[in-house]
């Protein structure tokens, strides 16, 4: 009975030991008695016992490996760069996958190492921002047609950080700032002389108005002037008389206007009634005396 107990014993591991599973997006690589076998996909599988071995489990997700690099730029300036390279085991290589690298994640580094240094050499600081995708292309080019052989498929290559030296990022802002500065000084100056543009037209357009205001009053004043007079001519007052009249009249209005205003600081020197009509006298007299003179001079001609 202990024999059978026995028997049965390894009966029932032999049996446990002929079975496997392999999970899925995972390949099994097994091997006979240390020559590859077969390779084996998700599901439930059969092995011979102690002659098949599972020599391997590969992996068959994307999978991402980050490769840090220090170089230099074109204006000798030292950055250090983050390339990210997304890969995977193609399905109908996973046996060159497994015996053909033993580091891959190695053998990767080393061409984005290679590709990025040969590369960015040939740019500026400033390129090398903005031609980051062209980098990405160039690294995923060739590591795809290195890789491919064998087994990994090069599904992305990105250049996910540039890092200059820290003195070289200080200067980058302050020419930044200085850049930002000089612009919003020039925007400045100009909306000021916009606003200077402006004030001086509409003071100007204020003048040209203000002065059309007077010509129009003074028409109209002259007009009503001419008016009062014939009107005192119809009833026989002599034209001096009317004009005389006419001024005393304004003068008290102007008083009148000038008193109604409570504001008002406006001092008029002389202000007696007679002061009017020797102002007008004044002014006929001096007019008499003009046209008088001109007369003469177009006489001795």
Do not use: C, W
């Not at 070289?168 to 543009?197: C, D, F, G, P, W």
Request: no cysteine; hydrophobic share 45%.
């Amino acid at each position: 009975m202990v024999y059978l107990g026995i028997l049965v014993f390894f009966g029932l591991v032999t049996l446990l030991a002929s079975f496997f599973i392999v999970k899925q997006e995972t390949a099994a690589i097994v091997e006979r008695l240390g020559k590859l076998h077969s390779v084996r996909h998700a599901g439930l599988h059969l092995k011979i016992p102690f002659i098949d071995q599972i020599s391997k489990r590969m992996n068959l997700r994307i999978q991402q490996l980050d490769v840090i690099i220090d170089t230099k730029t074109l204006d000798n300036v030292f950055i250090r760069m983050k390339v990210s390279v997304q890969f995977q085991v193609i399905r109908t290589q996973v046996a060159d996958a497994y015996y053909r690298l033993e580091n891959p994640e190695g053998q990767i580094t080393s061409y984005v190492f290679d590709v990025v240094r040969a590369e960015v050499p040939k740019m500026k600081l400033d390129d090398v921002f903005v031609k980051k995708d062209d980098i990405a292309v160039a690294v995923k080019g060739e590591l795809q047609d290195a890789m491919q052989s064998y087994g990994y498929d090069i599904v992305k290559a990105l250049v996910t950080d540039i890092d200059p030296d820290e003195q070289v990022k200080h200067a980058m802002n302050r020419i930044n700032a200085a850049e930002r500065e000089k612009t919003a000084a020039e925007y400045e100056s100009e909306a000021q002389r916009i606003r200077i543009v402006a004030v001086a037209k509409a003071e100007a357009e204020s003048k040209k108005l203000q002065g059309q205001g007077i010509a129009d009053q003074r028409r109209e004043i002259a007009k009503g002037l001419q008016e009062s007079v014939h009107m005192l001519n119809s009833v026989n007052i002599k034209p001096q008389e009317a004009s005389a009249l006419i001024v005393v009249t304004q003068h008290y209005d102007t008083l009148q206007s000038i008193g109604a205003n409570n504001r008002s600081n406006l001092v008029l020197l002389p202000n007696s009634p007679t002061a009017a009509s020797t102002m007008l006298n004044d002014l006929v007299v001096s007019m008499a005396a003009t046209q008088k003179i001109d007369d003469l001079g177009i006489n001795d001609k």
